[in-house]
């Protein structure tokens, strides 16, 4: 089964809006068993406060159902979603530092907060030679996928689209790409997709903020910075897939499988499963 490449799954997937960045539909990845992912169904993105008037439209003319946010509340301030009419809005918060923003010392939050919130494009060159930016950047999928607390809300998430109904669901973190990117990585496992989707799912957000990596890669190697640092803003600026496909590996060798992960921590039984597949498969 072949995977198309991050720039030709793009090509396919991106919606047409102006003010969400990394706004992508999952419709038309493949599974086996000659089935596909149905269009116009699961919607991940950024989040929603830079909506223009017809990027609102079109998310409510699809019609969108529900909208979630992973969002913490610090990360939400002066960024709130835009309202679209006829869906609901749920905040599941995910904490993908695994509680290390929260244990900041005063010190490090004005260190790392301008105008009163994160901005990690003014400080991921500092970032990237920070100790604990370093750590919370290895550690972020694992605390995404691993940690009690993000567990439970992502589990309370795919219990969310199964009982969803027949309306499509947007979910979004703030750049449209770890926590999105994990939540899409279930989805896909549970609607069967194969490894290389996963991977390829994940990659793409890289296209997308291909041109700020690169401007920041080269200020870290300017001040010296190796493969440890570089690590850091693909993290922070993009998705670090090399970092992804680790915790995928430590996922089965914690739990045995996908399919079991999905069944343990995540809460779905078969038929849940089932649900999703018939829905969402055609």
Same mark, same amino acid.
């Given at each position: 089964?072949?995977?198309?490449?991050?720039?030709?799954?793009?090509?396919?997937?991106?919606?047409?809006?102006?003010? +969400?960045?990394?706004?992508?539909?999952?419709?038309? !990845? &493949?599974?086996?068993?000659?089935?596909?992912?149905?269009?116009?169904?699961?919607?991940?993105?950024? $989040?929603?406060? /830079? #909506?223009?008037?017809?990027?609102?439209? !079109?998310? #409510?003319?699809?019609? @969108?159902?529900?909208?979630?946010?992973?969002?913490?509340?610090?990360?939400?301030?002066?960024?709130? /979603?835009?309202?679209?009419?006829? *869906?609901? %809005?749920?905040?599941?918060?995910?904490?993908?530092?695994?509680?290390?923003?929260?244990?900041?010392?005063?010190?490090?939050?004005?260190?790392?907060?301008?105008?009163?919130?994160?901005?990690?494009?003014?400080?991921?060159?500092? #970032?990237?030679?920070? &100790?604990?930016?370093? *750590? +919370?950047?290895?550690?972020? %999928?694992?605390? +995404?996928?691993?940690?009690?607390?993000?567990?439970?809300?992502?589990?309370?998430?795919?219990?969310?689209?199964? /009982?969803?109904?027949?309306?499509?669901?947007?979910? $979004?973190?703030?750049?449209?790409?770890?926590?999105?990117?994990? *939540?899409?990585?279930?989805?896909?496992?549970? @609607?069967?997709?194969?490894? &290389?989707?996963?991977?390829?799912?994940?990659?793409?957000?890289?296209?997308?903020?291909?041109?700020?990596?690169?401007?920041?890669?080269?200020?870290?190697?300017?001040?010296?910075?190796?493969?440890?640092?570089?690590?850091?803003?693909?993290?922070?600026?993009?998705?670090?897939?090399? %970092?992804?496909?680790?915790? @995928?590996?430590?996922?089965?060798?914690? !739990?045995?499988?996908? /399919?079991? %992960?999905?069944?343990?921590?995540?809460?779905?039984?078969?038929?849940?499963?089932?649900?999703?597949?018939?829905? !969402?498969?055609?």
């Amino acid at each position: 089964m072949a995977v198309l490449s991050p720039s030709s799954l793009l090509a396919q997937q991106t919606l047409p809006v102006k003010k +969400i960045v990394n706004a992508r539909d999952l419709g038309g !990845y &493949e599974v086996p068993g000659g089935l596909r992912v149905k269009t116009g169904w699961l919607i991940r993105s950024a $989040h929603l406060a /830079d #909506a223009t008037p017809a990027d609102i439209e !079109y998310l #409510a003319g699809l019609p @969108l159902g529900t909208v979630v946010d992973f969002r913490l509340e610090p990360e939400k301030r002066g960024k709130e /979603d835009l309202p679209v009419p006829g *869906a609901r %809005y749920v905040s599941i918060p995910i904490d993908a530092s695994g509680g290390a923003a929260e244990t900041a010392t005063e010190k490090e939050k004005k260190k790392f907060l301008k105008g009163g919130k994160f901005d990690v494009k003014k400080v991921i060159v500092m #970032a990237a030679f920070n &100790e604990k930016a370093g *750590a +919370i950047a290895r550690n972020m %999928y694992p605390n +995404i996928f691993l940690h009690a607390g993000s567990q439970r809300q992502m589990a309370a998430f795919l219990r969310l689209v199964v /009982d969803a109904g027949d309306k499509p669901i947007l979910f $979004h973190c703030t750049q449209g790409k770890d926590r999105s990117g994990a *939540a899409s990585a279930l989805l896909l496992t549970a @609607l069967g997709a194969e490894r &290389e989707t996963l991977v390829a799912d994940f990659a793409a957000t890289n296209v997308i903020y291909e041109a700020d990596m690169r401007k920041y890669i080269r200020r870290v190697k300017f001040w010296g910075g190796k493969e440890a640092e570089i690590g850091v803003v693909k993290a922070f600026i993009g998705a670090n897939t090399d %970092y992804f496909v680790q915790t @995928l590996d430590t996922i089965i060798e914690t !739990y045995g499988s996908m /399919d079991a %992960y999905l069944k343990g921590p995540m809460g779905l039984s078969e038929g849940d499963i089932q649900i999703l597949r018939g829905r !969402y498969l055609e």
